[in-house]
């Protein structure tokens, strides 16, 4: 998977972000490739997700996530969560953290597994990054003052996609 041409791979042979899958590819299941670089100057990755959302034929809404690939050598587990977290490096007093954990880049190739090709779906995904100080623990180091007990002192900032939108 990791080859140089991943993005025109992507276009060449599939549907980019934000657009449609009409129809059940070759009779089977939709397959994603999903690459997450960090940003140059942010925090390392924890994980990557996919969400998958569909209406069912009563009518009501449903949501999945599933754990695509996990930093730290983590375990996904055959529910499709990893539920061990990646952990946290963040000096509360000092609102600093270190890239000690977590990876810059984190990819995989996943299938859909309980996928209905009678079923429209969407698919988007979702990239978390590791802990990082909030905004107020920043602010609290700054100044001087206490943390708010109303809000964490810590964030787990995450990314979207546009979703992928199946049509059947």
Known sequence: MATPDFVAKG?????PMGGALRGAPDGGAPSFMVQAIRDPDGANLDRVQMVKGWVDAAGETHERVYDLAVSGGREIGEDGRAR?????TVDIET????????APTLQAHWTDPEFDPAQGAFYYVRVLEIPTPRWTTHDAAF????????????VQDRAY???????P
């Open 161 to 167: 996609t546009s979703p992928i939108w199946y049509m």
């Open 143 to 154: 100044y001087g003052v206490p943390l708010p007990d109303s809000v964490p002192p810590t």
């Open 11 to 15: 276009y060449r042979n599939g549907v």
């Open 84 to 88: 061990e977290p990646v952990g946290n």
């Open 95 to 102: 609102a600093t953290y270190a890239n000690s954990i977590g």
